[in-house]
Every structure is written in C-alpha cells, then in structure tokens.
C-alpha cells in the first residue's frame, strides 16, 4: 500500500533539506577552501580583478566576477573558490594573446576634494549628496569632451582614462572652471579640486584597468595639494609647453611593493591656456 501523498512530500522536502545542509557544509568546509587557494596560487592569471566601483560597460571576466559574487554572495565558500579560479585560468589565457594586457599607454587621471570629508561631516546627507550631484554634473562631461572616459567614480572624485596627457589637462582645467560655479553657501569652504595624471600601460581587463600605473595615479592625487595638478614624468611629456608649464617638485618613493618604480619624477603643473 502506498503511503498517503502528503507523507510522500514530507519525506521528498526533508530529503531535499537533508541534501542541501549536506551540499552547504561541503561548501563551507575550511579544509576544502583551503586546498583549492593553495591550488590557485600555482595557478596562471591574476586571482584578482574587475572592481563593483567601475562604471565602464561590464563585459568580459568583470561582469563573469560580479555575477558570481551575485550568485554566491560575499560569503567564502568552495563553490565560489573553484569558479573564481576558472575565472582565472580564463584571463590568463586571453592575457596570453595579448587581449587583456595594456599594449598602448593610457593616461589616467584621479580627482578629489580637498577637504571634502570634513565638510559634509557638519552639513548632513542631504547637502552632501546635492553637493556630491553637481560635482559630478561639473567635472564628468569635461573627460568626455576630452576624449575620456570615467573608470569609476570615487564619491567626491573620479578615476578616467584618456589616450593622451594633454586631452587630461583640458579636462582638468575645464572641470576646475566649472567647479567655480557651484555655491555651497559656505564662507568657510568652496570645492576645490586637486588632481593625479600618469601616464603608463595599466593592465585593462574588461572595462576596468588595475596594476601599478593605476596605484602611482592615486599616489599623485593623495600628495596634491588645493588646486593643485601632480603629473608624473611620463605624463608631463606628453603636454603642450604652449598651454601649461610644470615644475619639478620632488621625487618620492611610492610603494615597497613589486613593481612599483622605487622612485618617481612628480611635477606641479599649472595651465596657461
């Protein structure tokens, strides 16, 4: 004699949740996690990519990285351990014909407000997201109309890509005009921007660029100082003498990190057109 249909569904979703704790501890195994990092550090390509802050279209192995994180969530866990390291195999192998390597120089520029932080501290969130709003109407069309494109935006700052040093300046110099129009209502502190140019050959994967080009950029920034524009060497050699001058300032180590040139030329560079 069969047993009654709602024995049987209670046995099949017992069955089922029996499974699922048994898959879900398989999954959260330490050992198990452990093994395959060790396993992915012999392995070819980079563990690490893509980057959730990027606004660039999101194609290639960036969007295969968010959606896993998507699917798995931030949690460890083997299933997410294994696929990330097929992920990996996968870019070093387009890497290997030379899609996913930097093979032209890219000039990047990174932005922020000095003092920023401090101010929208005292004013709440409603001032500092209106703020935060006009910034980017001001200082994001300029890299476009350039020739550039925003990489990410930063909260009061942005990352952005351009072919050439000089295209960055003007937008520079274009976002800085238009800065001057917003009004705070703030006697104390206006917006102003200080900013980061290098030029190199990042490692671009997806819409995304990642590696030592991208870390001395932001180095620039952080040493900047109010209005001010910090150029690396390579950059300024790419600049119009007749619409900007530049100073050398100094030479600073950047990183003790592999791969990071131990010293860098930085220069001040003021536009005169």
Do not use: C
């Not at 000095?114 to 910034?135: A, I, K, M």
């Not at 060497?233 to 131990?262: D, H, M, N």
């Amino acid at each position: 004699m069969n047993p009654p249909a709602d024995d049987r569904a209670g046995r099949t979703k017992a069955a089922t949740r029996r499974a699922g704790q048994a898959v879900r501890r398989v999954d959260r195994s330490r050992p198990l996690i452990n093994a395959v990092r060790r396993l992915r550090d012999h392995l070819p390509g980079d563990p690490y990519f893509g980057d959730p802050l990027s606004t660039a279209d999101r194609k290639h192995l960036a969007l295969l990285q968010r959606q896993l994180t998507d699917i798995t969530g931030s949690e460890e866990g083997l299933v997410k351990e294994v696929s990330a390291g097929a992920l990996q195999v996968w870019q070093a192998f387009l890497s290997a014909r030379g899609r996913d390597l930097g093979q032209v120089d890219v000039t990047l520029l990174f932005t922020d407000l000095v003092g920023f932080s401090t101010w929208s501290l005292g004013v709440g969130d409603e001032r500092t997201l209106w703020l935060l709003r006009q910034v980017g109407s001001a200082i994001e069309p300029p890299v476009t109309s350039a020739g550039g494109r925003v990489v990410k935006r930063l909260g009061d700052g942005m990352m952005a890509a351009f072919r050439e040093p000089q295209a960055a300046m003007d937008a520079v110099v274009d976002a800085r005009r238009r800065l001057e129009a917003i009004d705070v209502g703030d006697d104390k502190w206006r917006p102003r921007m200080r900013a980061g140019l290098h030029t190199g050959r990042p490692r671009q994967l997806g819409g995304d660029f990642l590696g030592v080009d991208v870390n001395i950029a932001a180095r620039l920034v952080e040493r900047a100082g109010p209005d001010e524009i910090l150029a690396s060497g390579p950059a300024v050699a790419g600049l119009s003498g007749e619409r900007a001058r530049w100073r050398r300032k100094k030479t600073f180590a950047l990183l003790r990190v592999k791969g990071v040139p131990g010293e860098l030329d930085v220069y001040a560079v003021t536009p005169t057109a």
